[in-house]
């Protein structure tokens, strides 16, 4: 279920009315744009894992599903969860965006500093254009690249938005350069889960147009309260693939959480039986009339081991 639910998060992600409000509010180029403009700009490239779309939906949101990977020989093989092409014909500019979904940023659980990744993704976005977007020695036919990480587990107070670029300075003597060094460029989107883990509140809606909208996307609440939210707060056309993707995606959240409760529930009655033989071996209840009762040898063993450790 947690994968379905993942799987689905990034065709979400990946409409285009959900991309051209990322753009406008991660990447500089896009920011002075409307909503509109910024769709047409949106390339028909979108790459979505390895899953196809269903067939025959809108125009408007629809995407190509296909594998999304970078395999370098000695490296092995990258697989980004969204990657499009994004156009500005006036200024005859082409950027390579990639996005990806990112439940945890903790370094306990990932082994290693998400900072680091990012930057070896812009590093294949930027190799990987040689032999595509230029030839030989003409470096400055490099087109900019972006990648964009929708991180999802930041507190009630850490709601913002980050970047990661080049800088250019002069350590020693007076030498200018006016060269723009901005090829490169990664964009951290901390969003809030929706809850307050310490109180149980949902948290305030942030300032911020573009996390308010991916926290209402990712919330708990149903689809038709999301649809509702995103119509009417935030001006998308609840179109036949966007609808179904936020319907897809409240059932697949509502089993996530029915399962837990369940299991929840499952493990509690197990503790409970556990603490109850425990009880019967202090008071010298034989392991057969403990058995006879309807426990199980495993359930004695579990419980006569817990009292050995807390002898």
Avoid at 45 to 73: F, Q
Wanted: hydrophobic share 35%.
């Amino acid at each position: 279920a947690g994968a379905a639910y993942d799987t689905n998060v990034k065709y979400l992600l990946a409409d285009k009315q959900i991309l051209s409000r990322i753009l406008k509010y991660t990447v500089d180029e896009f920011r002075e744009m409307d909503i509109e403009d910024i769709l047409g700009c949106i390339g028909d490239d979108i790459e979505i894992g390895a899953r196809p779309v269903d067939a025959g939906l809108s125009n408007l949101g629809r995407v190509k599903g296909t594998v999304t990977e970078d395999n370098v020989p000695g490296e092995g093989i990258i697989y980004y969860d969204i990657r499009f092409t994004a156009y500005l014909k006036e200024k005859e500019m082409k950027i390579l965006i990639n996005i990806e979904a990112q439940k945890s940023t903790d370094f306990g659980k990932l082994g290693y500093h998400l900072e680091n990744r990012i930057i070896f993704y812009l590093a294949r976005m930027i190799s990987a254009q040689k032999q595509t977007e230029f030839f030989h020695s003409d470096f400055d036919h490099l087109k900019k690249v972006r990648s964009i990480w929708i991180c999802m587990d930041s507190e009630e107070t850490e709601d913002s938005i980050e970047e990661i670029s080049f800088n250019r300075k002069t350590v020693f003597g007076n030498k200018k350069n006016s060269y723009q060094t901005d090829l490169m460029k990664g964009i951290i989107v901390n969003i809030r889960g929706g809850m307050d883990c310490s109180s149980g509140k949902a948290v305030k809606k942030s300032q911020n147009v573009l996390i308010a909208m991916l926290e209402e996307l990712v919330s708990r609440k149903d689809a038709s309260e999301k649809r509702r939210i995103l119509a009417d707060e935030y001006g998308m056309k609840m179109t036949a693939e966007l609808e179904r993707r936020i319907q897809i995606m409240c059932n697949w959240s509502e089993s996530i959480s029915e399962r837990a409760r369940t299991e929840g529930r499952m493990e509690g009655r197990t503790e409970a039986r556990i603490e109850a033989i425990e009880g019967m071996i202090r008071v010298h209840i034989t392991r057969e009339q403990i058995l006879s009762m309807g426990y199980t040898e495993a359930e004695y063993e579990k419980a006569e081991s817990a009292l050995y450790v807390h002898a």
